[in-house]
């Protein structure tokens, strides 16, 4: 579990800074005032990325069990750990209908 967790953890990092490098490289792209040679380099490094399969897509898992089968996008929890909570009564506005 744990081993998953830093893996996890290490390409969630990972991702965050790749996002952000493609940002910056997709604002120099449309910004007019630069020079077209830096809009042109800009432009290339940006292809590469996408290129190379440098983003990497993540899993989405559970934060608990980290079972890869969650419950939907509102939530982080699998459906057995969503479960459990709302019979604690530890998420507010939900309850066991039976």
Not at 15 to 41: D, E
Request: hydrophobic residues 40%.
């Amino acid at each position: 579990m744990k081993k998953l967790y830093r893996k996890d953890l290490k390409l969630r990092k990972n991702l965050k800074l790749l996002n952000k490098k493609c940002f910056l490289l997709k604002l120099i792209i449309l910004n007019k005032h630069i020079f077209l040679a830096l809009r042109y380099n800009a432009y290339k490094s940006l292809n590469f990325f996408f290129k190379n399969n440098f983003i990497v897509s993540t899993s989405n898992r559970c934060i608990i069990s980290f079972n890869k089968k969650r419950f939907n996008k509102n939530t982080y929890f699998s459906r057995s750990i969503f479960l459990k909570k709302i019979q604690h009564g530890e998420i507010v506005g939900y309850q066991k209908s039976s």
